[in-house]
Nanobody
């Protein structure tokens, strides 16, 4: 059974940085595409970024150039480095794992989800 545990959320002022981590427990980390989604109050969970096992990356337009996703296959961990944070980045951030053959930006493409970690950016 796959489990995902996020950490690294917190409160920062606008312009600050945070680094989120997601530890994958179970078998076959290298077989999964990993992603981050986020959900602000009153909104649907939205795609942020994804990374394949071969480290090809995808970003939403709203975070391109500010956020960086990476993975350490030896440690079964995926990271999200968030720089130049804005108040509109405030949300609960979720780590997700799914097969490579599905559309990377859809929630339904991911089988496993973490519990989420809160990121709050004050303006």
């Amino acid at each position: 059974q796959v489990q995902l545990v996020e950490s690294g959320g917190g409160s920062v002022p606008a312009g600050g940085s945070l680094r989120l981590s997601c530890v994958f427990s179970g078998r076959g980390f290298n077989a999964y595409r990993m992603a981050w989604f986020r959900q602000a109050p009153g909104t649907e969970r939205a795609f942020v970024t994804a990374i394949t096992s071969g480290e090809m990356t995808y970003y939403s337009d709203s975070v391109k150039g500010r956020f960086t996703i990476s993975r350490d296959n030896a440690k079964n961990t995926v990271f999200l480095q968030m720089n130049s944070l804005r108040s509109e980045d405030t949300a609960v951030y979720y780590c997700a794992a799914g097969p490579h053959h599905l559309v990377y930006s859809l929630r339904t493409s991911y089988n496993y989800w973490g519990q989420g970690t809160q990121v709050t950016v004050s303006s």
